[in-house]
């Protein structure tokens, strides 16, 4: 006689054939066939088909009250089925451990010591290689971002970066380039600031008769041209300087004039709006008056 089967329980419903395992193992334990014996008034199930390792289809249906019981699985009445499929499971498993593959980690078994993980080197062939305790932790980690933490990397930019220092003649200081939050690049050697980057953003200028050209530092040129009339004249900038100008200075425009007139262009009054214009002429020795010719002029400030 063999032993029953009485692992788990199993839950039947009135006037169905499905049983239900929970705890169960039917088809890992080669259940193949037999008598399921429910705890339980009611009637006999004879196994039709195991259909998982909690799952049996009998061949007749449950007449009992629905419920989960005890239970045993007697196979004297299935001992041939069940040797049949005994042994060809173990035929299976046999041509499976029959493999070039398995032979190959197999024979690495007398070497095996602790530290070591398995790899193939060629077709059915296998080496032991070492796994130091930095690989174990490595393999341990959940995902990239946790690799990259544990050996201070940065995911992937998505561009190519400048290489920083170590060129010719360069040293391998730090260099760090960053926008001001306003108006302007910065640049930074290790703690050296070396404030504003010029770039073509940040220059105003304006290439007209009457123009300007403004530098990043806040240096800026201005030019122009007035006729000037009767010689008095209050020239305001193109655009005003922000602290103070330094210097403005005016010459004549033309120089179609007789070799006899002499004229002086002179300059005064400067602040950061303006300017004054003074040009004289005189005329053979005679009487100084306005020149009557256009004025050049330049200035520079910040």
Do not use: H
């Not at 544990?150 to 730090?174: D, M, Y």
């Amino acid at each position: 006689m063999t032993t029953p089967y009485t692992t788990g329980s199993i839950t039947l419903t009135n006037g169905s054939p499905v049983i239900t395992g929970t705890g169960t193992a039917w088809q890992t334990a080669l259940i193949a066939g037999g008598v399921v014996v429910p705890d339980a008034d009611g009637n006999s199930l004879p196994i039709l088909s195991v259909d998982s390792n909690t799952q049996i289809t009998a061949a007749v249906k449950w007449r009992g009250a629905s419920g989960t019981y005890a239970y045993a699985i007697m196979r004297d009445a299935a001992y041939g089925q069940q040797t049949v499929a005994n042994a060809q499971a173990l035929s299976t498993y046999l041509q499976r451990l029959d493999n070039a593959s398995l032979s190959a980690l197999a024979s690495l078994a007398a070497s095996m010591t602790a530290d070591k993980f398995a790899y193939a080197t060629g077709l059915n062939t296998m080496a032991w290689a070492a796994l130091s305790a930095f690989n174990r932790e490595m393999l341990a980690l959940a995902d990239a971002a946790a690799v990259r933490s544990k050996i201070g990397a940065q995911a992937a930019l998505g561009f190519t970066p400048v290489q920083q220092g170590g060129g010719v003649g360069q040293g391998s200081n730090k260099i760090y380039i960053g926008w001001n939050g306003t108006n302007a690049l910065k640049g930074t050697v290790d703690s050296f600031d070396l404030g504003k980057i010029w770039t073509d953003s940040a220059v105003l200028w304006n290439a007209s008769n009457a123009g300007y050209f403004r530098f990043p530092n806040g240096f800026m040129l201005q030019w122009g041209y007035e006729p000037t009339g009767s010689g008095d004249f209050r020239k305001v900038f193109p655009m005003a300087f922000t602290a103070t100008c330094f210097a403005a200075v005016a010459t004549m425009a033309s120089s179609d004039l007789p070799a006899s007139t002499a004229v002086t262009v002179s300059t005064s009054n400067v602040d950061r709006f303006a300017f004054d214009i003074r040009a004289r002429a005189v005329n053979t020795g005679g009487t100084v008056g306005g020149a009557g010719q256009g004025a050049l002029w330049m200035a520079i400030g910040y």
